[in-house]
Nanobody, 125 residues
Framework: VQLVESGGGSVQAGESLRLSCATSELTYTYYCMAWFRQAPGKQREAVGKRDSDGRITYADFPKGRFTISQDNAQNTLFLEIHNAKAEDTAMYYC????????????????????WGQGTQVTVSS
């Protein structure tokens, strides 16, 4: 399973950024996928997940500033960060697993067997 993240970089506070996670058609069609982030010195935390049927569920913290979207033709999952804040500085990861996503919850990181290499987001205030 290959998950290839891209789109990270350095932005100023208040700007927006869109991250991408490209994968194979098999993974995209049948796997539970999710976005995570890990800030320096902190635990990896979930942003949200996409079920194999395309349904998106967010974790508790995003509070409207994060949007997960998808491009079915490109087998790609996106994460948009709106009105970026310094505390959004982190490595952002795409994850996948062939187990079915829990219906209405975002699994913690041990649920996922496959991970991308991550893409760094740095927000300057």
């Amino acid at each position: 399973v290959q998950l290839v993240e891209s789109g990270g970089g350095s932005v100023q506070a208040g700007e927006s950024l869109r991250l991408s996670c490209a994968t194979s058609e098999l993974t995209y069609t049948y796997y539970c996928m999710a976005w995570f982030r890990q800030a320096p010195g902190k635990q990896r935390e979930a942003v949200g997940k996409r079920d194999s049927d395309g349904r998106i569920t967010y974790a508790d913290f995003p509070k409207g500033r994060f949007t997960i979207s998808q491009d079915n033709a490109q087998n790609t999952l996106f994460l948009e960060i709106h009105n970026a804040k310094a505390e959004d500085t982190a490595m952002y990861y795409c994850a996948a697993d062939d187990k079915a996503c829990p219906f209405d919850a975002v699994p913690a990181s041990p649920f996922f067997a496959f991970w991308g290499q991550g893409t760094q987001v740095t927000v300057s205030s």
